[in-house]
C-alpha cells in the first residue's frame, strides 16, 4: 500500500511561496541548508533565497514547491482547506502574510496564496 509522502506545488518564486505556507500551516518548516546543498547552489549561481526548488517539512509530508515557467490562467483542480477554531482570526493573519480574500461563505473563506493558487480556511 502507497502512502503519501509529498505534495508539489508548481510556483513562481519558490522561496517566497514556500515562506508563506511555512508561517501559515501549523508544524511546517523550511527544511534547513547545510553547508554541502549552500556550495551545490553557489556552484549553480544560485542561493537560498533564489532556490528553485524549496522543501517544506511537516508532521507527516513534505511540501515541495518548484519553479516552473508560468503556467496558463486556469480554475485549480485541487486546493488544501486549513483548519482552524477561529476563522476570522486566522483569515486575518493570512491576510497580513500575503493571501488575499476571494469570497467568504457560511462555512469557509476562499483565499489565494501570495500566487494565486486557492485554498480555504474552514472552522472547526
Same mark, same amino acid.
Given at each position: 500500500?502507497?502512502?503519501?509522502?509529498?505534495?508539489?506545488?508548481?510556483?513562481?518564486?519558490?522561496?517566497?511561496?514556500?515562506?508563506?505556507?511555512?508561517?501559515?500551516?501549523?508544524?511546517?518548516?523550511?527544511?534547513?541548508?547545510?553547508? &554541502? =546543498?549552500?556550495? @551545490? $547552489?553557489? +556552484? *549553480? /549561481?544560485?542561493?537560498? #533565497?533564489?532556490?528553485?526548488?524549496?522543501?517544506?517539512?511537516?508532521?507527516?509530508?513534505?511540501?515541495?514547491?518548484?519553479?516552473?515557467?508560468?503556467?496558463?490562467?486556469?480554475?485549480?483542480?485541487?486546493?488544501?482547506?486549513?483548519?482552524?477554531?477561529?476563522?476570522? &482570526? =486566522?483569515?486575518? @493573519? $493570512?491576510? +497580513? *502574510? /500575503?493571501?488575499?480574500? #476571494?469570497?467568504?461563505?457560511?462555512?469557509?473563506?476562499?483565499?489565494?496564496?501570495?500566487?494565486?493558487?486557492?485554498?480555504?480556511?474552514?472552522?472547526?
Amino acid at each position: 500500500m502507497a502512502r503519501l509522502k509529498q505534495i508539489v506545488v508548481d510556483c513562481h518564486d519558490a522561496p517566497r511561496l514556500a515562506h508563506f505556507w511555512a508561517a501559515a500551516l501549523d508544524g511546517f518548516h523550511v527544511r534547513a541548508y547545510d553547508d &554541502t =546543498e549552500i556550495d @551545490r $547552489l553557489a +556552484a *549553480l /549561481g544560485l542561493t537560498p #533565497e533564489t532556490d528553485p526548488t524549496v522543501i517544506l517539512d511537516g508532521p507527516h509530508l513534505e511540501i515541495c514547491f518548484q519553479k516552473v515557467p508560468p503556467p496558463p490562467v486556469t480554475k485549480n483542480p485541487i486546493h488544501v482547506d486549513v483548519q482552524t477554531t477561529d476563522r476570522a &482570526t =486566522e483569515v486575518r @493573519r $493570512l491576510l +497580513a *502574510l /500575503g493571501a488575499s480574500i #476571494e469570497a467568504h461563505f457560511e462555512e469557509h473563506t476562499w483565499m489565494r496564496d501570495p500566487e494565486g493558487n486557492d485554498f480555504c480556511v474552514v472552522g472547526c
